[in-house]
């Protein structure tokens, strides 16, 4: 009687592990998400290698498939989301702050601003303004997405607030941001002027966001590579850090640091932001006319 109710705990304790691990892995159910436009409309939809599946409602709450299937070649990939904010984050890798030290400013997450019309989709022109100097530089970033309205978020729940993740590339103009004796007050064109906010193609959610392979390619030769783990502060301390002073809405972006040495971008130039498991965001370089 004893074996029989010992194998009987047993095989309920394998059910409930199995039950816990099934859920476990739908609630981390992995789904590439596009925004495209196809027929003179807008939609998203769900991408499967090369096909994409339009889908109702919102990838926001409640969606389901439709059966209405394109091939990726056939639509115009637009920038994943229409964000009310998006944010970039100063200094979040130790390789790009130069320091075997973090400064002590950057122990705390420093965000800033970047304006809603520096977006610019996959394919899209990054267009140098006429009146910018040599050194415009790229920067690749991973992009969170966010999922639902978070205010003052505890970081132990932040990412329950994120969708997902995409590509970005954070163009800076370095004289407008750092010359002593020009520098702007804040980096509203440095980092804000129209398409200096590359983005996309795809979102994709239940990743591990804080462990993934970013790479830059300018003109198919490799400029920054390196994991997202090596993120100062990860994506869960940035959410909760920005929620406790401005209130993120669905959509809404946070760019989350470059890494490495950056360097110019010239009229001409192919830039591609790769990150692992997401898809590649590619922009050809212009200059203003």
Same mark, same amino acid.
């Given at each position: 009687?004893?074996?029989?109710?010992?194998?009987?705990?047993?095989?309920?304790?394998?059910?409930?592990?199995?039950?816990?691990?099934?859920?476990?892995?739908?609630?981390?159910?992995?789904?590439?998400?596009?925004?495209?436009?196809?027929?003179?409309?807008?939609?998203?939809?769900?991408?499967?290698?090369?096909?994409?599946?339009?889908?109702?409602?919102?990838?926001?709450?409640?969606?389901?498939?439709?059966?209405?299937?394109?091939?990726?070649?056939?639509?115009?990939?637009?920038?994943?989301?229409?964000? %009310?904010?998006?944010?970039?984050?100063?200094?979040?890798?130790?390789?790009?702050?130069?320091?075997?030290?973090?400064?002590?400013?950057?122990?705390?997450?420093?965000?800033?601003?970047?304006?809603?019309?520096?977006?610019?989709?996959?394919?899209? %022109?990054?267009?140098?303004?006429?009146?910018?100097?040599?050194?415009?530089?790229?920067?690749?970033?991973?992009?969170?997405?966010?999922?639902?309205?978070?205010?003052?978020?505890?970081?132990?729940?932040?990412?329950?607030?994120?969708?997902?993740?995409?590509?970005?590339?954070?163009?800076?103009?370095?004289?407008?941001?750092?010359?002593?004796?020009?520098?702007?007050?804040?980096?509203?064109?440095?980092?804000?002027?129209?398409?200096?906010?590359?983005?996309?193609?795809?979102?994709?959610?239940?990743?591990?966001?804080?462990?993934?392979?970013?790479?830059? %390619?300018?003109?198919?030769?490799?400029?920054?590579?390196?994991?997202?783990?090596?993120?100062?502060?990860?994506?869960?301390?940035?959410?909760?850090?920005?929620?406790?002073?401005?209130?993120?809405?669905?959509?809404?972006?946070?760019?989350?640091?470059?890494?490495?040495?950056?360097?110019?971008?010239?009229?001409?130039?192919?830039?591609?932001?790769?990150?692992?498991?997401?898809?590649?965001?590619?922009? %050809?370089?212009?200059?203003?006319?």
């Amino acid at each position: 009687m004893r074996l029989r109710t010992c194998l009987v705990i047993l095989v309920l304790s394998c059910h409930a592990l199995l039950f816990h691990v099934a859920t476990a892995e739908a609630d981390h159910h992995v789904v590439k998400f596009a925004r495209f436009r196809a027929d003179g409309n807008v939609h998203f939809g769900v991408v499967e290698g090369e096909a994409i599946h339009e889908i109702s409602g919102s990838i926001f709450g409640d969606w389901e498939k439709t059966d209405t299937v394109r091939a990726l070649s056939e639509v115009t990939l637009l920038v994943p989301t229409r964000p %009310r904010h998006v944010f970039a984050m100063a200094g979040n890798y130790r390789s790009h702050l130069e320091n075997a030290e973090i400064p002590p400013k950057f122990r705390t997450p420093q965000p800033f601003f970047k304006t809603p019309s520096s977006l610019v989709r996959h394919e899209g %022109r990054i267009v140098i303004p006429q009146n910018a100097t040599e050194e415009v530089h790229f920067e690749a970033e991973m992009v969170v997405v966010i999922g639902k309205r978070a205010r003052d978020v505890a970081k132990e729940d932040a990412l329950d607030y994120v969708l997902g993740v995409t590509c970005g590339n954070d163009v800076s103009e370095r004289y407008w941001q750092n010359d002593e004796q020009h520098q702007d007050v804040q980096w509203w064109r440095a980092k804000g002027s129209d398409t200096f906010g590359p983005c996309g193609p795809f979102i994709v959610t239940g990743l591990n966001y804080d462990d993934l392979l970013l790479t830059l %390619r300018l003109n198919g030769e490799v400029k920054q590579r390196e994991r997202t783990s090596q993120m100062i502060h990860d994506v869960a301390t940035q959410v909760s850090f920005i929620s406790q002073h401005v209130t993120l809405l669905p959509g809404d972006l946070i760019f989350t640091g470059t890494s490495g040495e950056t360097s110019a971008l010239r009229p001409g130039d192919v830039v591609e932001v790769e990150l692992e498991s997401v898809g590649t965001l590619r922009n %050809r370089v212009v200059r203003e006319r």
